[in-house]
């Protein structure tokens, strides 16, 4: 089996939070690209093989809930980590429940990110989802 670079899409309109992801991520070895909105979110999932999405729900033109939805509505099966600032326990259990595959509201720290990044890329790696 060929190593595939693991393709980390940052759906995040805070240019500089979506900076320090995508610097911190690359420093990692992870390639990234960032969408700063839930409609160029969905075509990059349509057009690039990712393989991890951060998610943020507060998104302009599309939000991230609707994103989730449609990507899982789909069939995609890549890990979709929501990042938010919505630290109430429905959010968390609305979005764990429309298949987000984590949670993990803002502010956080990056090395707890990261972690959690680097479990779910290693399940995809060896087929457990």
Same mark, same amino acid.
């Given at each position: ?29 992870? !390639? ?16 690039? !093989? ?73 399940? !995809? !790696?060896?087929?457990?989802?």
């Amino acid at each position: 089996m060929a190593w595939v670079m693991n393709r980390i899409l940052i759906a995040e309109d805070e240019t500089r939070l979506a900076a320090f992801l995508e610097k911190g991520l690359r420093q990692y070895g992870y !390639e990234t690209v960032v969408a700063e909105d839930g409609c160029q979110a969905l075509a990059v999932t349509q057009t690039e !093989e990712i393989t991890l999405l951060l998610l943020d729900l507060g998104l302009p033109i599309k939000d991230g809930w609707a994103v989730l939805e449609e990507l899982r509505s789909q069939g995609e099966k890549f890990p979709i980590i929501v990042v938010t600032a919505f630290s109430d326990d429905k959010s968390r259990a609305v979005a764990l429940a429309a298949g987000a595959t984590d949670y993990v509201t803002k502010p956080f720290r990056f090395s707890d990110l990261l972690a959690k990044v680097q479990t779910y890329l290693s399940k !995809e !790696e060896i087929g457990i989802h």
